[in-house]
C-alpha cells in the first residue's frame, strides 16, 4: 500500500471533482449521453475507472479510492432523518404503494439470495453472500453496494465490494436504457396517462442545466453568519452524527468481539436519536431539509464516482459467468414483478407508479425520479407522495436487510435469512389481498 497522507486525500478529491465537472460537460453537449439520463457522476466513475489504478493508470488516484464509498455512506445514511418531513396522503394509496415496494424489495433480497446459494454457489466457489450483490446494488444503487461490500470486507470477503459496485452500476445503465424503451411501449399502448411527446420533453430534463427562472434556493438561511454559517451548520450536524455512529459501531465492537455493527446503520439509528433531541429542544428548527439534502446529494455523487472509479476488473472477470447469471436473471424477475404487481395493485397510473419502481428497484432513486418526470413532467400521478409516506414503513426494514445480510451470510445462516425474506414478501402482499387492495 502506497503512503497515504492528507494530501492524497486532496489529489483523490480533486480528480474526481474534475472528472464531475468533465462528466457534467459531457451531459449538457453530448446528444446520445442526454437521451440517456446518464447522471454526470457515473460518467466521472467511468473515466476514473479506465484512466485510474484499474485501467491504463493515467490518473495517479491512490489504493485507498475503494474506502470512500464506505465513509461516505455513513454520512448520507447519518443526513436521512433530518430530511424527513410530514406529508400526507389517501390510506389505501400509501397502503398499496406500501405493499407493492415492500415486497418487491424483501423478494429480489430472497432472489438474490437463494440463487446464490442454491445454484451458482454449487457450480462456482463463491463467497456465501455472492448473491445478495444483486439486490444491494439494484435497489440500493452504489450506497447500499458500499455498505454491503465494506461490511463484508471487515468479515474477511474484500471481493464482495467490487463486485455489488458492479451490480449497482449494470443496474443503473440497465434502468435508464430499459426505462426509456419502457416509456414507448407504454405511449405506444395508451398505458401513459400524462406522457407529453418524448421528443417535446423540457431541456433542462436533456442537459440537467435549469434556465434562470426555473432556477429555486438550495435552502433556507437559517444562521446568521456572524457566528455560523447556515451550511456550515448543517454540515457540521451530519458529521457529527456519522461520528456518533462511528462510536457506537466501535463500542459494539469492543463489547461483543467478532460482531461488527456497519458504521452507516449506527449513523442511522443516531441520527434518529440525536433528531428527536433537537425535536424536544426545538433546536430542529435551525436545520434546514433543503439544504441537508443537498449535502447528502453531494455525498452520493461522490460516492459513485469513487466507487465506480474502484471496481476492480480482475475480480469483474474472474466472477464474470455466475455475475452475469445472476444479474440478467435478477433483471427478469424484477421486471416481471415490478409491471405485473403495478397493474394488480395500483388503481390509478399505474404505468407511471411501474415506471418509477423500476427505477428504484434497479438504479437508484434519483433514476426512478428521472422516469417518472418522462411520463409525468408535472408530478399528476401523486406517485412521490405515497412513496414518501410508504418509505417510512420500509426504511427499518431496509437498514435491517443491509446490516444483518453479511453476518447472516458468513455465518451459515444465509438460507434461513433469504428463507425469512421470502415469507416476510409473500406476508406483505398477503395484507394487500385481506384488504381488497388487489384489482381483480
Known amino acids: ?85 410530514k406529508t400526507k396522503g389517501n390510506n389505501q394509496e400509501i397502503g398499496s404503494m406500501w405493499v407493492y415496494s415492500q415486497a418487491g424489495l424483501l423478494l429480489q433480497w430472497a432472489f438474490g439470495g437463494l440463487l446464490g446459494l442454491l445454484v451458482l ?21 452504489h450506497g447500499t453496494a458500499a455498505a454491503i461490500g465494506q461490511a463484508f470486507g471487515q ?30 411501449w407504454g405511449a405506444k399502448n395508451k398505458h401513459t396517462t400524462y406522457l407529453a411527446d418524448y421528443k417535446d420533453l423540457p431541456s433542462e430534463l436533456r442537459t440537467g442545466l435549469l434556465p434562470q427562472e426555473k432556477r429555486e434556493s438550495m435552502g433556507e438561511s437559517t444562521c446568521s453568519s456572524i457566528s455560523i454559517d447556515s451550511l456550515t451548520f448543517n454540515l457540521a450536524i451530519i458529521c457529527a452524527i456519522a461520528l456518533g455512529g462511528y462510536g457506537i459501531s466501535k463500542l459494539a465492537a469492543h463489547f461483543m468481539p467478532g460482531f461488527e455493527l456497519p458504521v452507516f446503520s449506527c449513523a442511522f439509528v443516531f441520527g434518529i436519536l440525536f433528531k428527536k433531541l433537537l425535536d424536544k429542544t426545538r433546536a430542529s428548527e435551525s436545520i434546514c431539509p433543503q439544504t441537508v439534502g443537498h449535502i447528502s446529494g453531494a455525498m452520493t455523487d461522490y460516492l459513485v464516482a469513487f466507487g465506480i472509479a474502484s471496481i476492480k476488473l480482475s475480480v469483474v472477470l474472474e466472477y464474470i459467468v455466475p455475475l452475469a447469471i445472476l444479474l440478467l436473471s435478477g433483471l427478469a424477475v424484477t421486471l416481471i414483478y415490478v409491471f405485473f404487481m403495478a397493474k394488480k395493485l395500483m388503481k390509478e397510473c399505474w404505468f407511471e407508479k411501474a415506471l418509477f419502481t423500476w427505477g428504484w428497484f434497479t438504479g437508484t432513486m434519483a433514476m426512478g425520479i428521472a422516469l417518472l418526470r418522462v411520463v409525468d413532467p408535472k408530478m399528476k400521478s401523486r406517485c412521490m407522495d405515497s412513496y414518501a409516506l410508504a418509505y417510512l414503513f420500509i426504511a427499518p426494514v431496509e437498514i435491517s436487510l443491509i446490516t444483518f445480510a453479511p453476518v447472516a451470510f458468513v455465518n451459515g445462516y444465509g438460507l434461513l435469512f433469504a428463507g425469512i425474506c421470502l415469507v416476510a414478501g409473500l406476508c406483505v402482499l398477503s395484507v394487500a389481498y385481506f384488504k381488497k387492495w388487489f384489482i381483480r
Open 1 to 85: 500500500m502506497e503512503n497515504f497522507t492528507p494530501w492524497t486525500l486532496f489529489v483523490d478529491i480533486g480528480i474526481i471533482s474534475l472528472l464531475l465537472l468533465v462528466g457534467k460537460l459531457m451531459r449538457v453537449k453530448i446528444k446520445w449521453i442526454q437521451k440517456l439520463f446518464i447522471p454526470p457522476s457515473l460518467l466521472a466513475g467511468f473515466i476514473g475507472l479506465a484512466c485510474g489504478p484499474h485501467g491504463f493508470d493515467i490518473l495517479p488516484l491512490s489504493d485507498q479510492t475503494g474506502t470512500y464509498a464506505g465513509i461516505l455512506i455513513a454520512f448520507i445514511f447519518g443526513a436521512l432523518p433530518l430530511t424527513s418531513q
Open 155 to 184: 468479515l474477511g470477503h474484500d471481493e464482495i465490494l467490487t463486485l455489488a459496485m458492479t451490480a449497482a452500476t449494470f443496474g443503473i445503465v440497465a434502468s435508464v436504457i430499459l426505462g426509456l424503451i419502457f416509456v414507448k
Open 121 to 141: 454457489n454449487q457450480i462456482w466457489p463463491l463467497s456465501p453472500g455472492f448473491g445478495i450483490t444483486m439486490p444491494s446494488g439494484y435497489c440500493g444503487g
